[in-house]
């Protein structure tokens, strides 16, 4: 059975694959037919709206008659015939998933998100008509009861295993009450994960902070306020500038705009969203999903949710996770309370005699940049021009595996952004096709994201290449300038890759096994350790010119940013686990929660310590990635991820950056094999040990924090 059928109901990408006609001929429908197109690529260009619901539900026709066919086969179980059989079910209804899904992420409207609220309910149901099919489940018990008998491979014990555990975790071995309670909280939750999303991003796109007065406009860069007469003009208000909440306009205004009243503005509409009490609001139903996956753990033998979850990471506990973030809590709050010190001291210095807010922070963090390190973030944008850094990212996956990248030109894509390219190995064979898609608009939601069009897997012996995308926010270019990256923007490109790299890399047998299909605390690796290479002063060399001059990044720039590389990592990080810890407060409750968000989110930031001027990154209202996005109980698994991204990259730093026994052993053992081994197994194989935390203290400048607080 794949993952991703199974999934549907829980997984947020996969949930949007939903459709709204009853109607049922497949009459000029393109998912009722072979792609015609470039590698197989979804047709987009003849995909409408319309077509969504009656291949969805011709999806489910189709894969419940061949789960029938499973069920009723007269042949005793075997691996081929049960479990090979589950896993090659449900090809319609998949292909159609994964396109629906990735459009009402990346560029959704009205007409889809009511589409994707109305077949929710459906696609629940039919994943429960699966996982809680008793025939079905005593034939997966029978092969899994004679494994010992069977000579598999180790991906087919693998795919074994797992299609076991999905069977237990989903509710197979339940009662018929039971099994009837958990189809109804699956189908509530599929609705309320999926309305989470919409309302965040109905409540990001309707907020403009209008700008009339040019004076208002006081310390933005130009840049900035370029892009923001853009959106004036698409916006209706020519001649005037408009500032949004999508992150390349709202964090560099409050990084830069010396109007303290507007930068209150519009960080409190920031801070705000989906909890102002109106149609958007998110307070009642992110308690409501709560208590609903509390229920669901416990109907499944588990005290918590985080216990359920948990389970299949590599942390394992709730107790591991909470031992790893208090252990970093502790000096990154330090180091947070020195640097809003030294900001406090800094508005004494300008003669104010106001106490640091939250919409201060970025603003004096910049200024206090400056004055330690002689760095302006502006001096350092001009040298990251998307199209650079773009070639950067792909030299640097050249010189490690020898892939190239060639823009395909007449293949459909999804929105005029997207770009795709053809993707090889040095010798020219084919490895798979990658859409990216780089800057914000209304149609799409926040944050930056890799998925797939199509896994990668193995077909009548010839591996099926994959159709990977990669989804930004990232600053636009303007009228005078191509769009010019700040290095968050750089890192984050470069993470988003490694994601790719992850999918396009895979080469396994079964898709539901390929690619990013491992645990959530171990799936960052690959993206993470790509954003070590964005920062060695030797790569910026050959990605980071100035988009004027051509003149390469000097030296005493990459000096400043060498130096101030742990500079703000007290605030980064402790935002960061600040709602690391408040996810596993939401998630460890054996008990539903009686008080509503806002006093459950105070009073978990009370219990850490969490200083007034900061508050998590993510406030309960917006976090998507643990109310709509897979991320519940894992939102930990950046940090997890960061202890073994630091240690992995040692091996190149040990050596050489591109040392090409280290990059082959890092595809081989871990880019390539997708789910097919335990992780710490993979890990082990491409290092030779378990990682250590110092590496990544250091990294971020806690441990010396760390030792002065042992002394």
Known sequence: ????????????????????????????????????????????????????????????????????????????????????????????????????????????????????????????????????????????????????????????????????????????????????????????????????????????????????????????????????????????????????????????????????????QIWEAYKNRADQGNEYDNKAGLIETANLRRQKAQLLGYNTHADYVLEESMAKNAENVYNLLNQLWTPALAKAKVERDEMQALVKAEGHDFSIEPWDWRYYEEKLRQQKFDLDEQEIKPYFSLPKVQEGVFMVVKNLWGLTFEEIQDIPVYHPDAKAYEVKEADGSHVGVIYMDFHPRASKRGGAWMTSYRSQKTENGERKAPVISIVCNFSRPTANAPALLTFDEVTTFFHEFGHALHGLLSNVQYQSLAGTSVPRDFVELPSQIMENWATEPSVMKQYAFHYETGEVIPDDLIAKLTNSGTFGQGFGTTEYLAASLMDLDYHTQAQDISMDATAFEKASMAKIGLIDEIIPRYRSPYFQHIFAGGYSSGYYSYIWSGVLDTDAFQAFKETDLFNQEKAKAFRKEILERGGTDEPMNMYVNFRGAEPKIDALLKKRGLDQVAVERTK
């Open 1 to 264: 059975m794949k993952k991703t059928i199974l999934a549907l109901a829980a997984s947020a990408t996969l949930l949007y694959s939903c459709g709204s006609s009853d109607e049922n001929t497949t009459t000029m429908n393109p998912f009722f037919e072979a792609y015609n197109t470039p590698f197989e690529v979804p047709p987009f260009d003849k995909i409408k709206n319309e077509h969504f619901a009656p291949a969805l539900r011709e999806g489910i026709k189709q894969h419940q008659a061949e789960i029938d066919a499973i069920v009723n086969n007269d042949d005793a179980p075997t691996f081929e015939n049960t479990i090979e059989a589950m896993e090659y079910a449900g090809e319609l209804l998949g292909k159609v998933s994964r396109v629906f899904g990735n459009l009402n992420s990346a560029n959704t409207n009205d007409e889809l998100q009511a589409i994707a609220k109305e077949m929710a309910p459906e696609l629940s149901a039919h994943s429960d008509n699966i996982s809680l099919n008793e025939k079905l489940f005593e034939r997966v018990k029978a092969v899994w009861g004679s494994k010992e008998e069977l000579d598999l491979n180790a991906e087919q014990q693998m795919l074994l295993e797992k299609t076991y555990k999905s069977f237990v975790r989903n509710g197979a071995n339940l009662d018929e009450a039971d099994k009837a309670k958990l189809r109804e909280i699956n189908s509530k939750l599929s609705s309320l994960t999926l309305q989470f999303g919409q309302n965040l991003l109905a409540e990001t796109n309707a907020y403009m902070l209008v700008i009339e007065n040019e004076a208002d406009l006081a310390g933005l860069p130009q840049a900035l306020i370029d892009g923001a007469a853009d959106d004036a003009k698409a916006a209706g208000h020519e001649g005037k500038w408009v500032f949004t909440l999508q992150n390349p306009s709202i964090m560099p205004f409050l990084q830069y705009a010396e109007n303290r009243e507007l930068r209150k």
